[in-house]
């Protein structure tokens, strides 16, 4: 597995957050709810398989849910690598 | 010319429970027995709910189906349970709706709760009471989140408080597992699912709205409840604190693929009213169903009866073998199987003419009734976009070929199903469909086969066919851009033809894990062609009325991918070998009081009371 | 000027309105026509309209009449079924067949708000005509009826009704004749009328049978000459094969409004249903389709005065592709309203009426089938002759009418005119600005001899730059593609033995038809500077849903017609005019 840092990470949910709601990635801020961006709740189920794919790290589908913000996201996900 | 089967010595029979059912529930064209068509009619008519029938069906035992087997119940095979929900909904919609609905207020609890919580249920429904699930609002539908019935919490106990509408059961039903907002932000974690007990509520805290009227299944008690700050105990929620969202989705997944028997279930009758009469009826000189275009429409209805009924077969095994894809094939059937079973009624109508309406007859209540099965548990719309939602699990599947041996114990009926895992369920299919990713492999294989017995061969090409469209599909997805909600046309339209790639890829699988048993035979199937009293039925030896010659050399797939492709957009040409043997199948089926399958069931239509 | 009928029959919404959806929908319910309904019909003269204007009544062009009488088809199909349109399937049959006493008793009839029947039905041979049982017998100056019909609309409570029975053994196409019978000269004792067939479909509609046991009636009953009942009810058929989906078109329209109003105003997913791409890709698709219809039956409507030599394949395509887009239409519209259109009751209750109701339309005695086999056996000539060398349509088949109705022309003066019936004033005398010729019956036959004047148009006609040329030219090709599979159709597979892909031919040449009626009526539209009809959007999205019907599958709507779609709907739902191809004002 290539090393995450927590950058590029970010980065990457943010750019592809921005692509799922058709908006600028400088619109996306991490801190923020996703459903506010329109990121409908059965359609944030799919960020899971994404992540898996990128990072190589089995995430559950509800990530979005338990973790409604990117920066949550990129927590959770460092977590499971056991990194930070 | 048979070979030895191999597998157990009993290999289990998905459909005995259905057929032991149906010579219960007795002839339903005889109006003196208690479920019979036409006192279906008539209740319908009244708009009154087939109490006695239901109760019929408990005495028997079905409710006992809804409640898993470590609980006491008989649930131990989806396959079983499609087929005896099919065998109640061929007679009447009203009642497998009505009846059936305590399956889907229970299964949240088999999908989240505790054991403590499945056993008291279980208790519940297998003293027969019935139990409903209260998801939807009046102004919000199918968009869940938006539920404004809250329940908030004080010490040891929930509130409840608003209103839920257009429920099945919402006034009949004592127990009511119902969605209510717990966090007033709402959000996909902001909402519990909490088991509602009438009975042990206080007076006036909930309210039954008036039964509204429909235009199919008139009988049954579609209506609503109004709660007024009704008390439950804490233990009344199911699953962990804000999961109702969640265990509703799990649990969709189990009820959209039961709605399969629905769909079978109307399509079966419809089929049976259309083809008897365009077998009677002699219109320019000739038996209807003898004009070439009359019978297109019969054999198209029953070859899309045939698909829906693979179908349904492969995916109720799938909720055993691999719960981890059902969060899309059940959305993928739940779309595609009521759809094309209306289309299928709407075909055979326009053959009826102006007797499709006539209201003594049984063929307007079936197209009214069919249609509400598009419409709850998801509605069309509803279930393309789960299948939108997963469309780069999907791709990201179908790029790791698997060999089609993985699917031999899903789809081998000789193979007993292994118990349900409920763990096992997902949100998301991370793997896709296996049975699209190992449709290469499977085409492959039936090409080699088609070497030796050229009578495959159109099969073969068919499943090649479908391969390469299934190919290119999920390139085309590939390169749609992700949807966030709210898709548009061109998303909505590649999930229906994925679903119709997934239905024939199920097709191609049931019949290369099953062939080389069908040339022997099926049980339930009499090898004499004899009665239940031991009389010989004209017309009724094997090779006329069993299932048998359907799938000599792949007939019945052959009959089902050239619909499907067909509506892919594929040029397919008629293939008179394979109508032969549909129309063989048919006519034989029909003469002989059997259910249109692929399986041997014999009905109960001429047993008398 | 007479009150048209949008404003007698008010607002539908209004609950006090007497014949308001509301009343509709309880009518239903029991069964029954609106009787308020009826009345407002028979006292604004509704008959008046299946009235030639030579004999007092107001009927000058059929695409008039559709125009006229839409209204009563916006808001229940059932009475416009139930009252008005069975009456003039019977009436044509005098007009075109009955002499001149006849039809001067039917126009009177009529005129007086009567109703009339048309009793060609025996269950037991559905569309074929040909084995129709029900016998007429010659004794001397009287014929005797012995048989039965059966799902009869009106038959029991009409004044007269148009019979179709066999005057002979042989079997073929001379062995049948139509009469014209009055109800109440029959003897009692040798007559019944049977016990009504209630439908799930226009519930209100009273189908009934009649079965006659040596029933004596007067010779001169006969309409038309003996033998010729075949020749004359496929005449018929023509003139009400052209006008029913130009009628039902109006519920439709009903019932994209209700879909329309419901989508703006119900919140889902935080936004209305109206900002779901589905949703208004269905809305859009709905409008196109209905546009096409309006448009095939249009020209159908107006091919029975200028082209009616070719009616009987205009006709018969409009009535069959008519009744399926429309029901497609409605059966997408129903998927938005999702479990609303299953509810009986509240604000979309109409709805499911239309959509129970409408599939009737495709029914009766020129049901589906019929229509198709009308066609099938004429393509091989077009092939040869009218797709060889296309000739062009008559520019007055797209002249109109959209627009308000403008007064109908003062009748010749053939026939004495009756003194204006108070309840069917006749409106000034005006030219018809469309300068449609009269309809005249004997010029429509059963066969054009491979004559067709308008799917030529889609070899022939110059699209200009703005206008959607690539689908014209595929649409050209697939007339081409036609032309080819129709030559070779064996002739035994030309008539009820038809196999599927012969039938296909048929809903391929109907197709084509509608294309060609949408890009004349573009053509026309932009020559006239209409600002909706000249506009290419509306055509683009309409050939594409046809060619997505021609290829098997549905098409996408090309880029950008549906928002346009979709504004259009919600300005003329803000302008309160109709969404069919006249914008005329309505009160829905």
Request: overall charge neutral.
């Amino acid at each position: 597995m290539p090393s995450i840092t927590r950058t590029a990470l970010t980065d990457w949910l943010v750019e592809r957050v921005a692509y799922y709601v058709e908006r600028d990635p400088a619109e996306i801020d991490p801190t923020r709810q996703l459903t506010i961006y329109g990121m409908d709740s059965v359609y944030t189920l799919g960020l899971a398989g994404d992540i898996e794919e990128e990072f190589g790290v089995p995430v559950d589908p509800t990530v979005a849910w338990d973790n409604p913000t990117i920066e949550a996201i990129a927590d959770y996900v460092l977590g499971a690598t056991g990194r930070d | 010319m048979s070979t030895a089967a191999a597998g157990p010595a009993t290999p289990p029979d998905a459909l005995g429970p259905a057929r032991e059912l149906e010579r219960r529930l007795g002839d339903p064209e005889d109006p003196t027995v208690e479920f019979s068509f036409a006192r279906s009619r008539s209740l319908d008519e009244r708009e009154e709910f087939p109490e006695a029938i239901c109760a019929g069906l408990t005495a028997w035992g079905l409710h006992r189906y809804f409640v898993p087997p470590e609980y006491g119940g008989a649930l131990r095979s989806y396959e079983e349970l499609l087929h005896l929900v099919r065998l109640v909904a061929r007679r009447d919609l009203t009642v497998a709706i009505g009846y059936g609905k305590t399956f889907l207020g229970a299964v949240s609890a088999w999908v989240a709760g505790t054991p403590e919580q499945c056993a008291d249920l279980a208790e519940r429904v297998l003293a027969g009471t019935p139990v409903a699930w209260a998801l939807t609002e009046r102004d919000h539908g199918s968009d869940l989140l938006a539920g404004e019935v809250v329940a908030t919490r004080a010490e040891e106990s929930f509130r409840l408080t608003g209103e839920k509408w257009l429920i099945n059961n919402a006034t009949r039903g004592r127990l009511l597992t119902v969605l209510a907002r717990t966090d007033p932000a709402g959000g996909a974690r902001g909402f519990d699912l909490l088991l509602v007990d009438k009975e042990r509520l206080g007076p006036d805290a909930l309210r039954c709205l008036p039964k509204v009227r429909t235009l199919g299944i008139r009988g049954a008690d579609i209506s609503g409840v109004a709660f007024a700050g009704a008390v439950l105990p804490a233990a009344a929620r199911l699953g962990p604190p804000g999961s109702g969202l969640e265990t509703v989705l799990r649990g969709l997944q189990l009820t959209r693929t039961m709605c399969a028997a629905l769909s079978l279930g109307a399509g079966e009758h419809a089929l049976r009213i259309a083809s008897a009469w365009a077998g009677a009826r002699r219109l320019y000189g000739r038996v209807l169903a003898d004009l070439p275009a009359a019978r297109r429409v019969l054999l198209d209805a029953y070859a899309d009866q045939l698909a829906a009924e693979a179908t349904a077969v492969v995916a109720a095994r799938m909720i055993h073998w691999l719960p981890g894809e059902l969060s899309v094939a059940s959305a993928a059937v739940k779309y595609l199987l009521p759809v094309r079973t209306e289309a299928s009624i709407a075909a055979l109508g326009r053959l009826l003419g102006a007797r499709s309406i006539f209201a003594d007859g049984d063929f307007q209540k079936v197209g009214r009734d069919a249609r509400i099965v598009s419409l709850f548990d998801g509605s069309t719309v509803v279930n393309l976009h789960a299948v939108v939602s997963q469309f780069p699990n999907l791709v990201r599947g179908y790029r790791r070929p698997r060999p089609w041996s993985r699917l031999r114990p899903v789809a081998d009926l000789r193979r007993a199903v292994p118990p349900f895992d409920r763990e096992r369920l997902a949100l998301a299919a991370r793997d896709g469909l296996t049975v699209l990713a190992a449709l290469p492999d499977a085409a492959r294989v039936l090409a080699e086969l088609a070497l030796a017995r050229p009578g495959l061969t159109t099969a073969a090409e068919l499943a090649g066919a479908l391969a390469r469209h299934t190919d290119r599909l999920h390139a085309t997805i590939a390169r749609l851009r992700p949807a966030r909600g709210g898709a548009p046309g061109t998303h909505l339209a590649a999930a229906q033809d994925l679903a119709r790639c997934y239905a024939g890829a199920a097709a191609v699988t049931l019949w290369l894990a099953n062939h080389d048993r069908a040339d022997q035979e099926w049980p339930g199937h009499d090898r004499a062609g004899h009665d239940r009293a031991g009389q010989e039925r004209p017309g009724h030896d094997r090779a006329e009325c069993g299932s048998a010659a359907l799938w000599t050399d792949g007939r019945w797939l052959a009959a089902v991918l050239g619909r499907l492709l067909g509506e892919l957009g594929e040029p397919v040409r008629p293939r008179p070998e394979v109508d032969e043997a549909l129309w063989a199948g048919l006519t034989g089926q029909a003469a002989s009081r059997r259910l249109f399958s692929l399986f041997e069931c014999e009905l109960a239509e001429g047993m008398g009371p | 000027m007479t009150v048209e009928l949008e404003a007698v029959l008010g607002d539908p919404r209004d609950g006090a309105n007497p014949v308001g959806a509301a009343r509709i929908l309880r009518a239903d319910e029991r069964g029954e026509l609106l009787a308020a309904g009826e009345e407002a019909l028979a006292s604004w003269g509704l008959n008046a309209e299946f009235v030639p204007a030579r004999l007092g009544g107001r009927l000058v062009a059929a695409d008039r009449l559709v125009r006229a009488v839409r209204p009563v088809f916006r808001r229940d199909l059932s009475l416009g079924l139930g009252y008005g349109v069975t009456s003039l399937m019977a009436a044509v049959n005098v007009w075109s067949a009955g002499t001149p006493a006849q039809r001067r008793r039917v126009a009177d009839l009529l005129l007086r708000g009567e109703r009339l029947a048309v009793a060609y039905h025996e269950p037991e041979h559905g569309n074929d005509l040909a084995r129709n049982e029900f016998a007429a017998r010659v004794d001397g100056d009287l014929l005797r009826l012995a048989g039965s019909k059966r799902v009869v609309n009106n038959i029991a409570r009409c004044a007269a009704f148009v019979l179709f029975a066999r005057t002979a053994d042989s079997a073929g196409p001379r062995a049948h004749s139509l009469l014209l019978v009055e109800r109440d000269r029959l003897d009692p004792a040798r007559v019944a009328f049977l016990p009504r067939t209630r439908t799930s479909g226009v519930r209100g509609v009273r189908l009934g049978g009649v079965r006659a046991a040596d029933l004596p009636v007067p010779a001169t009953a006969l309409l038309g000459a003996p033998g010729r009942g075949m020749e004359n009810a496929l005449r018929s058929f023509q003139v009400t094969r052209a006008v029913l989906p130009g009628l039902a078109v109006g519920a439709v329209d009903t019932a994209l409004r209700t879909v329309l109003r419901f989508a703006m105003s119900r919140r889902l997913y935080g936004g209305t249903v109206l900002d779901l791409p589905h949703a208004r890709e269905t809305l859009a698709g709905a409008l196109a389709d209905l546009l096409a219809v309006d448009a095939l039956a249009t020209a159908a409507c107006r091919g029975l005065h200028l082209l009616p030599e070719q009616s009987s394949l205009h006709s018969a395509a409009a009535k069959y592709l008519g009744a399926r887009l429309l029901t497609g239409a409605m059966e997408e519209l129903a998927v938005v309203l999702g479990a609303r259109y299953y509810l009986r009751e509240g604000e979309h209750a109409l709805f499911g009426k239309h959509l129970r109701d409408l599939p009737v339309v495709g029914l009766g005695h020129a049901g589906e089938t019929a229509c198709l086999l009308a066609i099938i056996p004429q393509l091989p000539a077009l092939a040869r002759r009218a797709w060889r060398t296309p000739a062009a349509p008559p520019p007055a088949l797209f002249a109109g009418p959209p627009g308000p109705l403008a007064a109908p022309a003062a009748p010749p003066p053939e026939l004495p005119t009756p003194p204006p019936d108070p309840a069917a004033p006749l409106v000034a005398p005006d030219a018809d600005p469309a300068g449609l010729p009269e309809l005249d019956f004997a010029r429509l036959t059963l066969a054009s001899a491979g004559r067709d004047d308008l799917t030529g148009l889609l070899l022939t006609a110059t699209v200009p730059e703005d206008g959607p040329r690539h689908l014209v030219a595929s649409l050209a090709d697939s007339l081409r593609a036609l032309a080819r599979d129709a030559a070779t159709t064996p002739p035994a597979r030309r008539g009820p033995l038809a196999d599927p892909e012969t039938m296909r031919l048929a809903e391929r040449y109907a197709l084509l038809l509608a294309a060609a009626a949408a890009v004349g009526t573009w053509l026309a539209g932009r020559e006239r500077g209409d600002p909706f009809l000249g506009e290419p959007r509306w055509l683009a999205a309409t050939l594409a849903r046809l060619y997505g019907h021609l290829a098997g599958r549905p098409a996408p709507l090309p880029a950008g017609t549906a928002d346009w779609l979709v504004r259009t709907l919600l300005d003329r739902e803000r302008d309160g005019l109709s969404f069919d191809l006249s914008a005329t004002p309505v009160r829905t």
